[in-house]
């Protein structure tokens, strides 16, 4: 259970860099030539990678690949939706919240044999 906590920790941190790595500059940069934002974005991104490699790591030592890719994309969701609707002003739809419980009944499948069975 502890790797599984500290690859989902991880992949939190790791996907809020993401997040701002991969549409901040449509925020922050949007008045700027897109060179700069490549240039900003690869910055950012650096942290990503410095947490999203370990977490990959210490994850694949008890999961699967499909259930770290699963856990991935679920985290990656639920980061991204609070930082998109803050940086953007987002007007929340139900369509958001039925794509969700869709990409968490994945994961419950992934996970349905349990942590490491595929």
């Known amino acids: 259970m502890k790797t599984f906590a500290v690859t989902t920790l991880l992949l939190i941190g790791s996907n809020i860099f993401m997040t701002l790595a991969w549409y901040g500059h449509l925020r922050w940069l949007d008045h700027r030539p897109w060179y700069l934002a490549v240039f900003a974005a690869w910055g950012v991104a650096l942290f990503e990678y410095t947490l999203q490699v370990p977490a990959n790591r210490i994850g694949f030592t008890k999961l699967t ?54």
């Open 65 to 118: 690949l499909p259930q770290l890719k699963l856990l991935l994309e679920a985290i990656s969701l639920t980061v991204f939706v609070p930082v998109a609707a803050s940086l953007f002003q987002l007007r929340w739809r139900w369509d958001f919240a039925w794509a969700g419980l869709c990409i968490m009944g994945a994961v419950f499948f992934a996970f349905r044999g349990g942590i490491g069975s595929s």
